[in-house]
Nanobody, 124 residues
Framework: QVQLVESGGGLVQAGGSLRLSCTAS??????????MGWFRQAPGKEREFVAA????????FYADSVKGRFTISRDSAENTVFLQMNSLKPEDTAVYYC???????????????WGQGTQVTVSS
């Protein structure tokens, strides 16, 4: 079983920045489902796709709501994914989840593996 562990969440003032990190239990590719992504879920709302990156790091995808403000990337070991969050807004407040699957599945809101989530709170 692949384990995903997020970190970096917290409380930040509107306009500020945070960087989330997610580390997988192994860097080995598993059934070609090694692309990584981020989702978020606010209270009373459905889980929302935020961003995704392919295993090689060569292709990235973003939700319209975060494009231009958030940046997803991977480290050289291909086992850690980051989400750099700039110009944060109160509406970005949510629990952010790391996920792993094919880029196709991630963009459809599905994932084979999920992290436990990390809280991001943006105050005004």
């Amino acid at each position: 079983q692949v384990q995903l562990v997020e970190s970096g969440g917290g409380l930040v003032q509107a306009g500020g920045s945070l960087r989330l990190s997610c580390t997988a239990s192994a860097s080995r590719r598993t059934f070609s489902t090694n692309d990584m992504g981020w989702f978020r879920q606010a209270p009373g709302k459905e889980r929302e796709f935020v961003a995704a990156v392919t295993w090689s790091g060569g292709n990235t995808f973003y939700a319209d709501s975060v494009k231009g403000r958030f940046t997803i990337s991977r480290d050289s070991a291909e086992n850690t994914v980051f989400l750099q969050m700039n110009s944060l807004k109160p509406e970005d407040t949510a629990v952010y989840y790391c996920a792993r699957d094919s880029i196709y599945s991630l963009r459809l809101g599905r994932a084979a593996y999920w992290g436990q989530g990390t809280q991001v709170t943006v105050s005004s």
